[in-house]
């Protein structure tokens, strides 16, 4: 575990830098926390105030700080705030998160201690032409102060490379717990409906349900899902849609939503909507691999997604013609979740055969598993490189 040059009285400290404290990304570092501690290392986690990563990662056994990291404007500010920070928790490693805490990070650390960047979603992705320019400009100047970028596809790796981002590129794929995201008893699904509160008054029994987990905002695409809706109660009236998650969308969307679709609101707990589910959807605008696809095929539900970055990449290659659809086409989704909701005996066969693609390929344990490789790789070597050498 520990680099030949690291005295064997003192553990390995990687410090994991947030400015999101709820949703995938956090779902995805609380996940790296439980497994680094497990393994001996000393974890700290620096985040905003707020959310549900600090009580995660405190309860999985590491130091929580506090970083008021401020706009995303304000990088400098934040920058000057975690460099302190840094000094006060000493780590032998920095493993930032997310755009957002990526350009204060790096600008606080500025390569003299080995880097992670892991991007989560390029902050270039979804912004106007103007801001697409600025943002891969930004991106530039502080990948030299990056000794690994961690993407989550190579999807997301190939679009760094064609906003010519000189990075040392990694590619691990998210994983899920597949203790916790497991199958339940398919002869209980009624009961576990009626267990949501939900959904007491306003799914009929016996309902096809069909689940999208998301945060309600641009990027994860509601809009369209809703557009496509009405084509798919025109073929299966009495299907039913819950929106879970919460966000800056919510009043806009309720606003559109037509009949059958129930907004259940932030849940704490994910399982029992995957479980209660017949399929799961997510019609996201962009992504570098989202976590609730996985999540959803690890309690054996069949899923429809927009193929955007990551999607294809998260599915067995025969799976895809079944699961994926054009991002923003509302008519593309609506066939393809009428086509699975008509047919039980192939939404059975898909979702056992994305169980099982998820058990072999997306294990938390082995995401891990790769990112402690990545750790063990960098801390073999000086800490200080040099920017060239830190941009090859």
Known sequence: MLPPDLPPQER?????????????????????????????????????????????????GAEVVLWPAGAFAAALSGARRLARLVRRTGPHLVHVHGARAGAAARLAVRGRIPTVYQPHCWPFEAAGALTVRAGE???????????????????????????????????????????????????????????????????????????????????????????????????????????????????????????????????????????????????????????????AMACGRPVVLSDVGGARECLPPDAADACLVPPGDPAALAGALTTLLTDAERRGALGERLRDHVRMAHDVQRTAGAVLNVYRELLAVPPVLTAARAGR
């Not at 306003?202 to 809009?223: F, I, M």
Request: some cysteine; charged content about 20%; aromatic content about 4%.
């Open 137 to 295: 400009a930004r991106e530039r100047r502080v990948v030299r102060c990056t000794h690994r970028v961690l993407c989550a596809s190579e999807a997301q790796r190939a679009r760094g490379t064609a906003a010519r981002l000189a990075g040392r590129w990694v590619v691990i794929t998210n994983g899920v717990d597949l203790r916790r995201f497991s199958p339940g008893d398919d002869d209980a699904r009624q009961e576990l409906r009626d267990a949501l509160p939900a959904l007491c008054d306003a799914v009929p029994a016996g309902a096809p349900l069909v689940v999208c987990v998301a945060r309600l905002c641009s990027q994860k695409g509601q809009s369209t899902l809703l557009r496509a809706w009405p084509k798919v109660t025109a073929a299966v009236p009495d299907a039913r849609l819950v929106l879970v998650g919460d966000g800056p969308d919510r009043v806009a969307l309720r606003r559109t939503a037509p009949p059958g679709v129930v907004f259940a609101g932030a849940a704490e707990t994910t399982v029992g909507w995957y479980r209660a589910a017949d399929l799961v959807v997510l019609p996201s605008r962009w992504e570098g691999m989202a976590l609730a696809p996985l999540e």
């Open 12 to 60: 390995l400290t990687v410090l994991h830098v947030s400015r999101s404290v709820d949703g995938g990304l956090a779902h995805v570092v609380a996940g790296l926390v439980r497994s680094q501690v497990a393994a001996g290392l000393r974890v700290v986690v620096a985040a905003p105030p707020g959310g549900t990563l600090h009580a995660a990662a405190a309860t999985a």
